[in-house]
């Protein structure tokens, strides 16, 4: 499995657009990319997947360039309640049987 | 339509007891995953299960640790022997029909384990 390498941590301020850029040199050609957010005290929430170029959704937009070698998570406009987690994987959603490789993360943390 | 349920949220248990997990998947759905997250790590995976069935385990450590999901009622983490080691936030997730596109893992809000 694809191994990623993202921030550890971001600041941000209300009002902003945060990109949250995740490294994966290793991708391979039936991986997908999917985010996470995980809150303090509970569970990961599965934001956005893709493949290739942009996909967009009512919560972010993930950018994916031709060489998938990397791929960038938008969240527009940030609020104090997008304080959190987020988790960029990499993996074949057919064959991976649910055993997601969850990394470090990058911990937004976003101000007044 | 309720998430994905886990009891209790938060358990202690005494160094060499038992603690027993329970998670309910999501309506509809028949598989069923177990994450573990130590303190200021990532989430590991440790199982996963089908309806009566082990379908990987190769994250769970190979003594004190077992898993089931019976035909009727939730899946059970069970650790026999705790130690301080385990104390650690587990997580339960479910599925309808296994991962794939569009099939994200559907997680519930943990239980919190210490160990004394």
């Known amino acids: 499995l694809a191994k990623t390498t993202q921030p550890i941590s971001m600041d941000s301020y209300e009002g902003q657009e945060v990109n949250i850029t995740c490294s994966h040199n290793n991708i391979a050609t039936n991986d997908y990319i999917t985010w996470y957010q995980q809150f303090p005290s509970q569970g990961p929430r599965f934001i956005i997947q893709?493949?290739?170029t942009k996909v967009t959704n009512e919560v972010a937009s993930l950018f994916i360039p031709a060489d998938r070698k990397s791929s960038t998570l938008s969240l527009p406009r940030v609020s104090l309640s997008d304080t959190a987690v987020y988790y960029c994987l990499v993996g074949d959603p057919y064959n991976q049987g649910g055993k997601l490789i969850f990394g470090q993360g990058t911990e937004l943390s976003v101000k007044p | 339509n309720a998430g994905v349920m886990q009891n209790p949220r938060h358990l202690v248990r005494r160094r060499g007891q038992e603690a027993r997990l329970r998670c309910s998947p999501m309506?509809?759905?028949?598989?069923v995953y177990w994450y573990r997250q130590l303190p200021e790590e990532g989430l590991k995976f440790m199982v996963y299960l089908q309806k009566e069935n082990i379908i990987d385990e190769s994250g769970m450590p190979k003594e004190r640790f077992s898993a089931e999901f019976p035909k009727e009622g939730p899946s059970i983490l069970r650790i026999q022997q705790v130690v301080r080691g385990d104390s650690a936030a587990y997580f339960c997730a479910s599925s309808p029909e296994g991962t794939g596109k569009n099939s994200p893992l559907h997680f519930g809000n943990g239980t919190r384990l210490t160990v004394t």
């Open positions: 893709g493949y290739k």
């Open positions: 309506k509809g759905h028949s598989h």
